[in-house]
T-cell receptor
Framework: AQSVTQLGSHVSVSEGALVLLRCNYSSSVPPYLFWYVQYPNQGLQLLLKYTSAATLVKGINGFEAEFKKSETSFHLTKPSAHMSDAAEYFCAVNSGGYQKVTFGIGTKLQVIP | EPEVTQTPSHQVTQMGQEVILRCVPISNHLYFYWYRQILGQKVEFLVSFYNNEISEKSEIFDDQFSVERPDGSNFTLKIRSTKLEDSAMYFC???????????FGSGTRLTVV
């Protein structure tokens, strides 16, 4: 079985501050991991993905995530928050090529001016 | 950039009526999915479709639901007799392979009254 846990359903940061959104996964096999972003009234957009190559993955809009097997974590970071980063972020896991992707509950990021 | 297109963007229907939600996946993708998101809740898997048949479905996807790929481009979700609790945002997604990540459509907001 595969699952992800996102710690913190709401995170607030000041503009220019570090963004850290936490995700821990559970998978019986080496997983593929994803972060998606959802802006209000829109679909989900793939931010970045880990597929067993480099453990530090860079995505769009300046976001990156680090896969840490020992901690079963895949936290999303951005050095400096921008107002346009305000959105909901979903961590997701796939436990092997042809299985479905399972999403976490999401974290709403608020950026305070 | 290729897109997944969903129609309609909004649908209001009376309880007990049938609805068909339509999706046009990316043309070279082979895997197709429906997910739903009840307001304020997590993104839930409904069904995956590959090689003209359902490859996996969730407990939510009961006999009231069906999917079809009636031609080479469309992928539809039918709800036979809608209930109030079917009100949600329904997302279609497609992928070349699940571990590559999905491309999502913008969603259909279904309101059952």
């Amino acid at each position: 079985a595969q699952s992800v846990t996102q710690l913190g359903s709401h995170v607030s940061v000041s503009e220019g501050a570090l963004v850290l959104l936490r995700c821990n996964y559970s998978s019986s096999v080496p997983p593929y991991l994803f972060w998606y972003v959802q802006y209000p009234n829109q679909g989900l957009q793939l931010l970045l993905k880990y597929t067993s190559a480099a453990t530090l993955v860079k995505g769009i809009n300046g976001f990156e995530a680090e896969f840490k097997k020992s901690e079963t974590s895949f936290h999303l970071t951005k050095p400096s928050a921008h107002m346009s980063d305000a959105a909901e972020y979903f961590c997701a896991v796939n436990s092997g090529g042809y299985q479905k992707v399972t999403f976490g509950i999401g974290t709403k990021l608020q950026v305070i001016p | 950039e290729p897109e997944v297109t969903q129609t309609p963007s909004h649908q209001v229907t009376q309880m007990g009526q049938e609805v068909i939600l339509r999706c046009v996946p990316i043309s070279n993708h082979l895997y197709f999915y429906w997910y739903r998101q009840i307001l304020g809740q997590k993104v839930e898997f409904l069904v995956s479709f590959y090689n003209n048949e359902i490859s996996e479905k969730s407990e939510i996807f009961d006999d009231q639901f069906s999917v079809e790929r009636p031609d080479g481009s469309n992928f539809t979700l039918k709800i036979r007799s809608t209930k109030l609790e079917d009100s949600a945002m329904y997302f279609c997604a497609s992928s070349e392979r699940p571990d590559y990540g999905y491309t999502f459509g913008s969603g259909t907001r279904l309101t059952v009254v």
